[in-house]
């Protein structure tokens, strides 16, 4: 993919560490973080439809495989995505991505700023899509990082990630498409990641 098509992404400018906001305990929260025209979340109904649950396992090698298939299908077709268990993925391990994640947070300003935005980009330490002083924003910093396709990874800001799943095979079985179709319809595409930090506010 060329780099011209990567710069449609989006650009952002750059916004002062919501963590280093919220560290100050006697200043109130900056008016750009405030959204006052929103409606309060109401999360009282117990009829609101659950997120697809798809089993890897029984995706390979289950009695169950045609049945799991046709959930997959089902969640790739009405949702466009799906939450992934028995994948393979030690629970020790996804323990140690969060704790790392944690851990990335709580560096001091100036380590984070080694992975921060460069000027008109989003990829990096701090907010995606700011494009003017008044927008309002999240209470949030976050990481973005591109990770396929490979060429186009930063190093300085995650230098060994890993290469594309088998999901992707069994997305295509599923949707009953040809592996190589489906490899296709990805080859131009990109897959980014995204981690976000919210710091406690007293508002």
């Known amino acids: 993919m060329e780099a011209s098509k990567v710069e449609k992404i989006g650009r952002s400018l750059q916004v002062p560490s919501v963590q ?3 560290k100050d305990k006697s200043a109130t929260v900056p008016s750009q973080y405030i959204h006052s025209d929103q409606d309060p979340v109401i999360l009282s109904s117990t009829n609101l439809p659950e997120v697809p649950v798809i089993d890897m396992e029984i995706l390979l090698h289950g009695d169950l495989m045609d049945a799991e298939l046709n959930k997959f299908h089902q969640a790739c077709k009405e949702w466009g995505f799906f939450q992934l268990i028995n994948h393979g993925v030690s ?31 989003i990829e990096g330490c701090g907010q995606s899509f700011v494009v003017s002083e008044e927008q309002k924003l999240d209470w949030a910093d976050m990481i973005y990082v591109i990770t ?27 949707l009953q498409m040809n592996p190589e179709e489906m490899e296709v319809l990805f080859e131009e595409g990109m897959q980014s990641m995204r981690m976000n930090h919210y710091p406690f506010s007293t508002e």
């Open 20 to 22: 280093e906001l919220a």
């Open 91 to 121: 629970d020790s391990l996804l323990e140690k991505v969060k704790t790392e994640v944690v851990e990335f947070f709580n560096l001091p300003l100036e380590e984070k700023r080694k992975f921060g935005q460069l000027d008109g980009d």
């Open 148 to 174: 396929l396709p490979t060429d186009l990874r930063k190093p300085h800001l995650l230098p060994q990630l890993p290469h594309s799943f088998s999901i992707l095979n069994l997305m295509a079985k599923a």
